[in-house]
């Protein structure tokens, strides 16, 4: 059973840092494209940033500039700092990859942007 496990979210104020991890059992992410997501409260889940095999990144208009994300495949994990936050980017964040036809999620961790 693969399982994809997030952390790194906590409180911070407005225009501090935090710096999710997302890992995987089974070393997965090391050879797929990993995505991050977010739920703020009673939104939809969106997509916020990935990074392919090859370390291209993608980034969402709202955190571009402001979150960076990277990967460490010797260690199967990717991460996403993120700095200068906003009340905004409150939110459950989740990682996910995809491996064939199936999609595995985290469990989310949850960021609180707040003073």
């Known amino acids: 059973q693969v399982q994809v496990v997030e952390s790194g979210g906590g409180l911070v104020q407005p225009g501090g840092s935090l710096r999710l991890s997302c890992t995987a059992s089974g070393g997965i992410l090391s050879g797929n494209t990993v995505y991050w997501y977010r739920q703020p409260p009673e939104k939809q889940r969106e997509w916020v940033s990935s990074?392919?095999?090859?370390?291209?990144?993608m980034y969402d208009y709202a955190v571009k500039g402001r979150f960076t994300i990277s990967r460490d495949d010797a260690k199967n994990t990717v991460y996403l700092q993120m700095n200068s936050l906003k009340p905004e980017d409150t939110a459950v964040y989740y990682c996910?990859?995809?491996?064939?036809?199936?999609?595995?999620w985290g469990q989310g961790t949850q960021v609180t942007v707040s003073s």
């Open positions: 990074i392919t095999t090859g370390g291209s990144t």
């Open positions: 996910r990859t995809v491996i064939g036809l199936r999609t595995y």
